[in-house]
């Protein structure tokens, strides 16, 4: 590889990672992944995704092998110290707006393992493992990735057009690009254990949130045989005082209740720093960072994972639009002007959650006791939880909205199902579309289609058709990753902001859809360099 160019690295093989270099396979980018460790890492870390990341596996085509290995939680359960139910928000396991379950409980070795699987689809992605990146240099067009192979010992060297950190909390690529983490002010230790066991513990399939400032915890079985907890640990406690199950024991007895403790099999006891930060820069020239690279967030809502896949959705069809020459440089930009307002707003809103279920002493706790039961009955709340969608993406350079009316710009297009069968997202398979309540001209579909767009009429009483006709609007312009870049009742004019895009049907090629069988093939994590170059 010496010497050698390639159009995208990616350092760091966790899902984003994975994630960041299936897409831009599709699209028939060249990728190389470089990972610091070597096989699936066997650890369990994230268990959560919602509706809108659904979507993405979908896309990536792993979606029915997901299925195979997740279970719907059925909502929210808040709990008193006693175990008693303050309230309860429920969700639809059989799905929403995003045409999905809205809460989806896993173990990630699985899904790392199907992101894995899922690469033997897409030749032009190499993952090169036992690889740590060492520094980075920005050279005139391209950046040059310096790295060790950890078994050989051998150093090594390739020039990439655009470099993609995916490299964890502890990123070289962010220090490289002289990007520092901002602190949001939250910081919380907390005990992760998780359990396999046969038995049945008969517990309501959610997710349950005990609201206690003494010892708040959360519990949800996230497989067949698999339940994770969490319990906030005291001033000075940590996961020492916890060795073995015996210790676990009187903390998760309130729901294994009579099940023998040689039952329980424990899988892994690890301490946690909760923490609320975002990156000052998520771009530096030609090298990004994504995921934990460039936030971090607090779990109380579930979306560690579902940023970091967000931040590749939305990156990668402007990187592959770009190496196409069918986007200008500049509007790589928004990336960051877009997924940092989202993610910061997510950020706050975890850590709105985890106060409001573990801060106030008695007092809260006599507050939660008090207005918890009637949670469901405030005007939008349920809907808004129970929806799966999340902020609308800023005003810029790929969004388009009115100053004084929010609209639907911004928004991700409901994935309905269509006349045909097939969802939205499988129609517009990685392409602009337009969709419209209003019959096209012959001229105007065969305008979008020569562009590599796709049209879809809203037929009437349809869920599409609705949801224009609610927005007050008759057409939307629907960028490749499903956000709506402006709305309109001219459909003339979407057709020529499609001209005006330079999307081409050569380049912009429509997403292979791959669904094969579930396997166990080797995976890698997010990685930590140690090194980096200021001058980046």
Same mark, same amino acid.
């Given at each position: ?167 964890? +909390? ?258 517009? +398979? ?107």
């Amino acid at each position: 590889m010496n010497g050698s160019i390639v159009p995208v690295v990616i350092v760091g093989a966790g899902p984003t990672g994975l994630t960041a270099a299936t897409l831009l396979a599709q699209y028939g980018i060249e990728v190389l992944v470089l990972e610091r460790w070597d096989g699936v890492f066997p650890q369990p870390r994230a268990v959560h995704l919602d509706g809108e990341i659904r979507r993405i596996l979908a896309k990536l085509g792993i979606g029915t092998a997901f299925d195979a290995i997740t279970r719907p939680a059925l909502g929210l359960r808040l709990l008193d110290r006693d175990q008693r139910v303050l309230g309860q928000i429920d969700r639809d396991p059989a799905g929403g707006r995003n045409g999905y379950p809205e809460a989806n409980l896993f173990d990630q070795p699985e899904l790392e393992a199907l992101l894995r699987a899922n690469l033997e689809h897409h030749r032009s992605v190499t993952v090169h493992g036992n690889a740590e990146v060492t520094a980075i240099t920005a050279e005139t067009d391209c950046v040059r990735i310096d790295y060790t192979d950890r078994l050989t010992g051998s150093a090594g060297t390739v020039r990439a057009r655009y470099l993609l950190g995916c490299d964890g +909390a502890n990123s070289l690529i962010r220090a490289a690009i002289g990007a520092h983490m901002q602190d949001m002010r939250f910081e919380q230790r907390w005990l992760v254990v998780d359990v396999a066991t046969t038995a049945e513990l008969d517990q309501w399939e959610g997710v349950h949130q005990v609201c206690d400032p003494e010892r708040a915890a959360t519990y949800m079985r996230i497989g067949k045989t698999r339940h994770r907890w969490e319990f906030r640990l005291r001033p000075g406690e940590t996961a020492d005082d916890y060795p073995d199950v015996s210790r676990l024991h009187p903390l998760i007895r309130p729901w294994t209740a009579d099940t023998p403790v040689e039952e329980l099999d424990v899988v892994r006891v690890a301490e946690y720093t909760f923490r609320a930060q975002a990156a000052d820069r998520w771009q530096r020239g030609r090298v990004f960072i994504l995921g934990d690279a460039a936030h971090l967030t607090p779990p109380f809502i579930g979306q560690g994972l579902c940023a970091g896949l967000r931040d590749a959705a939305n990156l990668t069809w402007k990187l592959a639009a770009v190496l196409a020459g069918n986007l200008p440089a500049d509007l790589l930009d928004t990336y960051e002007a877009e997924r940092k307002p989202h993610a910061r707003s997510m950020i706050r809103l975890a850590k709105l959650i985890g106060m409001i279920m573990t801060d106030g002493g008695e007092l809260g706790n006599r507050l939660r006791g008090v207005l918890a039961p009637h949670l469901h009955r405030i005007p939008g709340l349920t809907a808004q939880i129970t929806s799966g969608e999340t902020p609308p993406l800023r005003r810029g350079g790929m969004v388009t909205a009115p100053l004084l009316r929010r609209g639907l710009a911004g928004r991700l297009v409901p994935n309905c199902r269509l006349a045909d069968g097939r969802r939205v997202d499988d129609a517009i +398979a990685g392409r602009y579309a337009v969709i419209t309540t209003a019959a096209p001209t012959t001229a105007q579909r065969e305008c979008i289609e020569q562009h590599g767009g796709i049209l879809l009429t809203a037929e009437r009483d349809g869920e599409l058709h609705r949801w224009l006709r609610d927005a007050r609007t008759t057409a939307a312009l629907v960028r490749p990753d499903g956000t709506i870049q402006r709305t309109g009742s001219k459909l003339t004019q979407l057709c020529t902001d499609i001209v005006d895009l330079h999307w081409s049907a050569a380049h912009g090629t429509t997403l292979e859809q791959h669904e094969p069988e579930a396997q166990t093939p080797p995976s890698t994590r997010e990685s930590a360099g140690t090194m980096a170059n200021p001058d980046i």
